[in-house]
Antibody
């Protein structure tokens, strides 16, 4: 059964770079037609799609975040990563990773809370 | 891209049916049969309930059904149960190509 687990620092200062990793177990990150995505949820608010990556590196980003986001993949470690530059308080959120298969998000990781505060 | 529009809240009594709408545009919901619905209980990760407009994953109750007409998708929960109380989000693939989520609907079982 596929399992995803997010990891990374939980507290950042404004202007720093958020770096999170999602480790995939129970399946290969190189599986055909499988994309891998990041979604975030500010406290008490709704879901926001951040972006997707395919195992060979094709990326797709939310236009509102595109200038600050990079998603990368490490097939040797079965991991994919999120980098969000120049964070501010509004970037405080629960960050989820998920498999994106045939345009649906499933399964999801448990999420990791990232707080931006001086 | 703008979030898909959902009602902030919907409520119903046990056993009743409720419907949640999700309104988008011709570049997302109207463009593809790639609408999915997610259930999120407090402090839990979202769970896929419906994909490709109306298909249920294995293990999801058949009390959950969904459809689409034009730029609007709908999720219906029939025989409402206490365990259905949660937040529900729609999502659609877009022509950009990107994904967009709905604003979310809090379902309350009275």
């Amino acid at each position: 059964q596929l399992h995803l687990q997010e990891s990374g620092p939980g507290l950042l200062k404004p202007s720093e770079t958020l770096s999170l990793t999602c480790t995939v177990s129970g399946g290969s990150i190189s599986s055909s037609n499988h994309y891998w995505g990041w979604i975030r949820q500010p406290p008490g608010k709704g879901l926001e799609w951040i972006g997707n990556i395919y195992s060979i590196g094709n990326t797709y980003y939310n236009p509102s975040l595109k200038s600050r986001v990079t998603i990368s993949v490490d097939t040797s470690r079965n991991q994919f990563s999120l980098e969000l530059r120049s964070v501010t308080a509004p970037d405080t959120a629960l960050y989820y990773c998920a498999r994106v298969y045939l345009r649906k998000f499933e399964p999801w990781g448990q999420g990791t809370l990232v707080t931006v505060s001086s | 891209q703008s979030a898909l529009t959902q009602p902030a809240s919907v409520s119903g009594s046990p056993g009743q049916s409720i419907t949640i709408s999700c309104t988008g545009t011709s570049t997302d919901i109207g463009a593809f049969d790639s609408v999915s619905w997610y259930q999120q209980h407090p402090d839990k990760a979202p769970k896929l309930m419906i994909y490709d407009v109306s298909h249920r994953p294995s293990g999801v109750s058949n009390r959950f059904s969904a459809s689409k007409s034009g730029n609007t998708a709908s999720l219906t929960i029939s025989g409402l149960q206490a365990e259905d109380e949660a937040d529900y989000y729609c999502s659609s693939y877009t022509t950009s190509p990107t994904h967009v989520f709905g604003t979310g609907t809090k379902v309350t079982v009275l």
